[in-house]
């Protein structure tokens, strides 16, 4: 058998991946949490609900926690987030080097020469950080956030140098400015060198202008489809954005205004007149185009989608805008407005992979490096930073509904262990939950995976289905945790 | 409203239709990683300057009365020939079932496989523009009704860039990995409480159904129609699952498959060698799946590419460099075969272009716009091809 050079590559990978979970054991037992010192209750439906929308599935502690001091301080508590220790999780990424390294070094070290790149290395440890801090970070509302504008200013990294591009793209624009100005989050996006190769704005020339970027800047990013722009205005923003680019030597990989290429006419855009100012003149459009009231009700509306419900309340919207332009897009107190006054009324969304996978971890104890967690994002359709279009993995209920049989062979995999590098902490929460009857051991599995025990009669069939096959005691406790997680139920948060 | 497994406020699935239409054939797609050398392939033995340029690697004509018999070209059309190591072929080739389309292929001259690969399953002509796939928005821009989770598939450890899009798509290894795995006696109990989870629900007894189906499929022990004999290669496993799973019927529209080291810069062998065992696995593999499904080939469009071709003379090293014009096949019950199609542009001076290339006299996008048309019930091909106008070639009835 010969290895070409990129297989001998990805072995070395799972090596060190998988020595990596051997001598850090101590750090994931800290970080899958603690076992509680008493056994946990069922939680009321909507504090269930409330909280598995601020976090990526809510541990038991968290549900303690959450419970003692309630929605606000929780929520004023997680918006604080460089004051809550995250140092296990801090430690445990240190070993991801290329999350600190600018486009320069990420070139230099997926470049394999003569034009031959590995394509895997950089992206898939962007895509383990990523899944390890959902996992992991007590910090899971910035967590939540960064991965709302992640969708948000959606990039493939499969186009072009997008592959190592997008894990500065992740650090400088998105981990930056989750949850700190919008205004801020828009300028470094559009200065952001992986955003212009995913959107071809390094294809904009005075000779040649692309729209790609002009448009999608004003459609997805800020104003929204009907937000009032014209085709026109595309056309004028895109000679703006002429010159945009990135460099290809020396500091490769940079941002860079090319002034030969730039269009240096006059420019109308949304009506007002751009006078010829270089650089300048796109980022004058920027600073208009992030306090613009359609900007302040597409962004409200899409986060009170994210947290509320996929159609949310008119009202809240309504607050939410107004809030927006009132602090002039500080994305901490629109979402105050859309959490406080809007939680309450939340309806249930299906799940995303990423959060049925990951919720399914948390809920468990679990520990993970998450490495093999990739293969099965992919096959249910959410493998990070791969979704193609600019508009970002689908929020919406309906786009994830139907593709169940990952999901259940997840739920099967997961609960024997069998998903490499990570296991479930199953047997030592039931030993603290210590009812002395499967029936009570059930009712325990549902409150941690579902929030309350199931129904009487609803247990009592699924418990008669499993021992019609056959199982002893032990097996069905393993069963039913495995088909809780592949049940209706759990697929909605 | 936790208690119960199956909520009752879970939404119907209701899908906009985007372009409505019954789905047409199963599509399979043969990716030929590394730019086939398809003068090899498909031989123009009724050329001379084909000899000329290929003192070493050319393959002699049929008729050719210095060379053995088994290292002759096997003649098609009285000028093509195919390479002899492709004999499986020559069956289907007389029943009229599979067509050729020569010096085919994509405008881009880069004769870079990356970038080639990636402007060819976007079906884009270059870097700018949607960043899916053709099959994704293939997929997408056409609703058949179908939420079988196995509706369209890569072969392989990730599904190909061509099927990127908002359709999940399956990357499938093997039909094994769909399996639910564990001993028997786990299976049938977690079998039995998904019944007990999912007993109300359409979807989730729909995914069981198909979840059975395919736990009795193994490769290993499949039995192909007509004593067909797969190569025992990675290419030959992608075809035979392909073929389970159209006979098990659960609702394959596509398959995907590539197969690599195409690349042959050096000693890339003529009669035999390392390109002629490619090109037989190629072949048998073909004509093995066109063997097995006979009775289904009505219902399958098979077409096979490559991101381009090579260079016309060989090189120094007995191997081909990067060139331009490619080649492709479509197989199917519908298709106008037993047919070189496409224009001809020669292999001599003043007739090929760039550094000593083939031509491209036929786009590849005009072969996949009248699949995607007359087989595939899919009309959106301005959408799939954005800015392309397809010329149609009739390569199907």
Same mark, same amino acid.
């Given at each position: 058998m010969t290895l070409s050079r990129r297989d001998f590559l990805k072995l070395g990978a799972l090596v060190t991946a998988s020595a990596a979970l051997a001598s850090c054991a101590p750090i994931y037992r800290r970080l899958a949490g603690d076992l509680p010192s008493v056994p946990w209750q069922a939680m009321n439906a909507h504090d269930f609900l409330a909280l598995n929308r601020l976090t990526f599935g809510s541990r038991v502690e968290e549900r303690a926690h959450?419970?003692?001091?309630?929605?606000?301080?929780?929520?004023?508590?997680?918006?604080a987030y460089d004051s809550i220790n995250d140092f296990d999780c801090e430690i445990l990424l240190s070993s991801f080097k290329t999350l600190k390294m600018d486009a320069n070094e990420l070139e230099g070290i997926s470049n394999q020469l003569f034009e031959n790149y590995d394509r895997e290395k950089v992206p898939n440890e962007l895509r383990q950080a990523t899944l390890l801090r959902q996992l992991y970070s007590k910090r899971q509302l910035y967590e939540v956030m960064v991965e709302f504008w992640s969708d948000h200013f959606n990039i493939f990294i499969e186009k072009g140098n997008g592959f190592y591009l997008k894990t500065v793209d992740d650090r400088e624009v998105i981990r930056k400015h989750a949850l700190g100005s919008f205004r801020d989050l828009v300028w470094a996006s559009a200065h952001s060198p992986a955003m212009m190769i995913y959107l071809d704005n390094q294809a904009n020339e005075k000779s040649h202008p692309n729209e790609n970027y002009a448009r999608e800047l004003m459609e997805l990013h800020t104003l929204g489809v009907n937000g009032g722009y014209s085709q026109q205005d595309v056309m004028e923003l895109a000679r703006c954005l002429t010159g945009w680019n990135v460099k290809e030597h020396f500091w490769l990989g940079d941002f860079v205004f090319k002034a030969d290429i730039h269009d240096t006419g006059e420019k109308k855009v949304l009506g007002l007149t751009i006078q010829p100012a270089d650089q300048s003149e796109a980022e004058q459009v920027i600073e208009y185009l992030v306090t613009h009231p359609s900007t302040a009700r597409f962004i409200s509306t899409k986060l009170a989608r994210r947290f509320i419900a996929d159609e949310p309340p008119q009202d809240i919207v309504e607050k939410a805008t107004q809030t927006f332009l009132d602090t002039q897009g500080d994305i901490q107190s629109v979402l105050r407005v859309i959490l406080l006054d809007g939680l309450s009324l939340a309806q249930p969304k299906y799940k995303r992979p990423a959060n049925f996978i990951l919720s399914s971890l948390r809920m468990l104890n679990a520990e993970s490096d998450a490495a093999a967690l990739h #293969?099965?994002?992919?096959?249910?359709?959410?493998?990070?930073?791969n979704w193609p279009t600019p508009d970002g993995y689908p929020d919406r209920s309906i786009a994830w509904q139907g593709n169940l049989m990952p999901r259940w062979q997840f739920a099967f995999e997961y609960i024997r262990d069998e998903i490499k590098n990570t296991k479930h902490n199953l047997k030592a929460l039931l030993d603290v939950s210590a009812t002395g009857s499967l029936t009570g051991d059930v009712d325990a599995l549902a409150?941690?995976?579902?929030?309350?025990?199931?129904?009487?009669?609803?247990? #009592?069939?699924?418990?008669?289905?499993?021992?019609?096959? #056959?199982?002893?005691?032990?097996?069905?406790?393993?069963?039913?945790?495995?088909?809780?997680?592949?049940?209706?139920?759990?697929?909605?948060? | 409203?936790?208690?119960?497994?199956?909520?009752?406020?879970?939404?119907?699935?209701s899908f906009?239709?985007? &372009?409505?239409?019954?789905? /047409?054939?199963?599509? %399979?797609?043969?990716?030929?990683?590394?730019?086939?050398?398809?003068? &090899?392939?498909?031989?123009?033995?009724?050329?001379? @300057?084909?000899?000329?340029?290929?003192?070493?690697?050319?393959?002699?004509?049929?008729?050719?009365?210095? =060379? *053995? *018999?088994?290292?002759? @070209?096997? $003649?098609?059309?009285?000028?093509?020939?195919?390479?002899? +190591?492709?004999?499986?072929?020559i069956e289907v080739w007389q029943s009229q079932q599979l067509a050729i389309i020569h010096a085919c292929g994509a405008p881009d001259e880069s004769r870079s496989h990356f970038k080639s690969m990636?402007?060819?399953?976007?079906?884009? $002509?270059?870097?700018?523009?949607?960043?899916?796939?053709? %099959? /994704?928005?293939?997929?997408?821009?056409?609703?058949?009704? &179908?939420?079988?989770?196995?509706?369209? %598939?890569?072969?392989?450890?990730?599904?190909?860039?061509?099927? +990127?899009?908002?359709?999940?798509?399956?990357?499938?290894?093997?039909?094994?990995?769909?399996?639910? /795995?564990g001993d028997a006696h786990a299976l049938q109990q977690m079998r039995s409480a998904l019944n007990a989870v999912y007993q109300n629900d359409v979807m989730g007894q729909d995914t069981l159904t198909i979840m059975d189906t395919l736990e009795k499929l193994d490769p290993l022990t499949y039995a192909a129609s007509r004593n067909a004999k797969y190569p025992d290669t990675e290419f030959g496993l992608a075809l *035979?699952?392909?073929?389970?799973? %159209? *006979?098990?019927?659960?609702?394959?529209?596509?398959? @995907?498959?590539?197969?690599?080291?195409?690349?042959?810069?050096?000693?890339?062998? =003529?009669?035999?060698?390392?390109?002629?065992n490619l090109m037989k696995d190629l072949a048998d593999g073909l004509a093995a799946f066109h063997a097995d499904m006979l009775d289904h080939m009505n219902q399958i469009t098979m077409v096979t590419m490559s991101e381009f071709g090579r260079r016309a003379s060989e090189n120094g090293s007995l191997g081909t460099d990067h060139g331009h014009g490619s080649m492709m096949m479509v197989l199917g019950g519908n298709v106008n075969g037993g047919k070189v199609h496409g224009e001809w542009p020669g292999l001599g001076e003043g007739q090929l272009i760039g550094p000593g290339d083939l031509a491209v006299t036929t786009d590849y996008r005009d072969i996949l716009s009248e699949v995607l048309q007359k087989r595939l019930n899919n009309l959106a091909t301005a959408e799939i091809f954005p800015n392309y106008q397809p010329n149609i070639k009739n390569v199907l009835m």
């Open positions: 959450f419970a003692e001091i309630g929605l606000k301080a929780y929520i004023e508590e997680q918006f #293969d099965y994002l992919l096959r249910m359709g959410q493998l990070y930073f409150s941690l995976l579902l929030g309350a025990p199931l129904e009487r009669g609803i247990r #009592d069939e699924l418990l008669a289905s499993i021992r019609s096959a #056959d199982a002893n005691s032990e097996e069905t406790l393993l069963i039913v945790a495995a088909s809780l997680i592949a049940s209706p139920a759990f697929q909605w948060r | 409203m936790f208690t119960q497994v199956m909520p009752t406020w879970m939404p119907r699935l906009a239709p985007v &372009n409505a239409a019954p789905r /047409g054939d199963t599509l %399979i797609v043969v990716f030929l990683r590394g730019a086939a050398d398809v003068l &090899n392939m498909v031989v123009p033995h009724g050329e001379d @300057a084909y000899y000329q340029v290929r003192p070493s690697l050319g393959i002699p004509r049929p008729d050719d009365p210095h =060379s *053995k *018999k088994e290292n002759r @070209a096997l $003649d098609l059309d009285g000028f093509f020939g195919f390479h002899p +190591s492709m004999r499986s072929l990636e402007l060819m399953e976007r079906g884009v $002509d270059d870097e700018s523009g949607p960043a899916s796939g053709w %099959i /994704g928005r293939h997929l997408a821009s056409l609703n058949t009704g &179908n939420t079988s989770p196995l509706r369209a %598939i890569g072969m392989g450890t990730r599904p190909q860039r061509s099927l +990127s899009g908002s359709v999940p798509v399956s990357a499938l290894r093997s039909i094994t990995d769909f399996h639910l /795995g *035979k699952q392909t073929a389970m799973l %159209i *006979k098990a019927e659960v609702g394959l529209e596509v398959s @995907a498959i590539d197969v690599g080291g195409w690349d042959t810069h050096f000693a890339q062998g =003529s009669v035999l060698g390392q390109m002629p």
